[in-house]
């Protein structure tokens, strides 16, 4: 069940309806954003805080290092594999082929 009778329009009325909306949804979003910013940064200053203090990372990561190549593709040198996670096609193809993990060491 609709909240408009969309029969009391005429297809000309309708169509403006529809260009006029996204307009419309656009600035009531951001009068909402800047109405939540605001209680945001009050809430915020009410405990005593800054919003960088609040919004500030807590931690940083360590980086995660990549492991090195250490297994390359014979038919396709730019092809390799580091040995972790699943084996690319590559290398069960050639471990059917009967070539062993040592055979493709870089």
Do not use: F, T
């Given at each position: 069940m609709s909240i408009l009778d969309y029969d009391k329009f005429d297809r000309p009325e309708l169509l403006q309806i529809m260009k006029e909306i996204p307009i419309e949804l656009k600035k009531r979003d951001k009068t909402m954003r800047?109405?939540?910013?605001?209680?945001?940064?009050?809430?915020?200053?009410?405990?005593?805080?800054?919003?960088?203090?609040?919004?500030?990372?807590?931690?940083?990561k360590a980086p995660v290092s990549k492991a090195p190549p250490k297994y390359r593709d014979p038919a396709n040198s730019e092809s390799t594999w580091t040995g972790r996670g699943r084996?690319?096609?590559?290398v069960l193809a050639a471990l059917e082929e009967g070539k062993s993990l040592d055979d493709l060491l870089i």
């Open positions: 800047q109405d939540l910013r605001k209680r945001v940064q009050k809430m915020v200053e009410e405990a005593g805080y800054s919003i960088d203090e609040v919004l500030a990372p807590s931690k940083a084996k690319p096609l590559w």
